[in-house]
């Protein structure tokens, strides 16, 4: 057997996972999550996967290729996991928080229904989050459903338990009314509020699958840093999909990168990367 070492630059990537190997790749993240990889990501690609052959004993990349694909494999969901992005923060492109907190202060004032609002690719939790603690401070009630195709982040999502350096950088009013510090063997970490956990819940979700679970409309949805991964004919259809979920007048938040609603005659810009769905 052929030890792989433990990462790789390209060249040495490039030399493990062969031409064949890497091209299945990309065409299975593409079936299965809708992420286009560019051919530049070799390196990443041998390194993030490597992990996956070393936790189930396999020493190539081929075997386990054939493993992903077998019917009902149990190892294409961990394959997805290692391929996704996760990068985030809390407040992330903090201007669309401003606007999520100028329309819930207004519909607080008008008692009007709870907001709903949807992460659809919500990663670690910290973009749910935020949504809920904007909602909170507005005294508007609501509630946040935080959607990912990554199981593995979403169960940290779900835990809301974050490390104090994450969260380290929200002002301190933001912090005490909306975390527990932990203490003892939790000390270090953070905890979500009960009142916030009240508002989110969070469950997987494929923006790819043509078969989403019913949901009823949302007043706001933000589908950040994600599209990019995709081709621009499913970021059409993944758009029109979106307009649907969207009350007239809701807001559709998108990455810095991201301008993909700009040109659909049913959204018109209302600020950087934000868009509102035409009413009528
Ligand atoms: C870079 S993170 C963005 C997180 C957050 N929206 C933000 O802007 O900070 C991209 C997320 O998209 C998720 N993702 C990738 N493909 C997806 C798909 N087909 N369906 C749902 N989520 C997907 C990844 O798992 C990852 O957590």
Redesign the pocket.
């Known amino acids: 057997m052929n030890a792989a070492p433990d990462s790789l630059d390209f060249a040495g990537a490039a030399a493990l996972l062969n031409e064949r190997d890497f091209a299945t790749v990309r065409q299975l993240i593409a079936d299965y ?3 286009k990889l560019s051919t530049q990501k070799r390196n990443m690609v041998y390194n993030r996967l490597l992990r996956r052959l070393r936790a189930r004993g396999i020493d190539s990349f081929g075997d386990y290729l054939q493993l992903v694909q077998r019917e009902g494999s149990d190892e294409r969901e961990p394959f997805v996991n290692a391929l ?6 809390f407040f ?2 903090p201007h669309h928080f401003d606007l999520l907190l100028a329309r819930a202060q207004e519909r607080a004032r008008q008692h009007g229904r709870p907001m709903r609002c949807w ?6 939790g ?2 749910a989050w935020s949504i809920a603690m904007v909602l909170r401070e507005a005294q508007c009630p609501g509630e946040v459903l935080g ?4 199981t593995e ?1 979403l169960n940290t999502a779900q835990a809301g338990v974050y490390r104090m350096e994450r969260i380290a950088a929200l002002p301190a009013e933001r912090l005490r009314r909306h975390f527990l510090r932990g203490t003892g063997a939790n000390d270090g970490l953070a905890s979500v509020r009960p009142e916030l956990r009240a508002m989110a819940r969070f469950a997987q ?4 699958s043509p078969a989403w679970p019913a949901m009823e409309r949302f007043d706001v949805i ?1 589908c ?3 599209v990019i ?2 081709d621009r004919e499913f970021q059409k259809k993944l758009l029109a999909r979106l307009a649907d979920l969207l009350v007239p007048g809701g807001l559709l938040m998108v ?1 810095h990168s991201e301008s993909f609603p700009a040109a659909h005659p049913g959204f018109r810009s209302v600020g950087r990367t934000a868009y509102e769905r035409a009413t009528g």
């Open positions: 999550a809708g992420i996704t992005t996760n990068l985030t923060a992330r492109e992460s659809s690719a919500c990663s670690t910290e973009e959607t990912d195709i990554d982040v979700l494929n923006l790819q933000f950040r840093n994600v991964y995709f990455g």
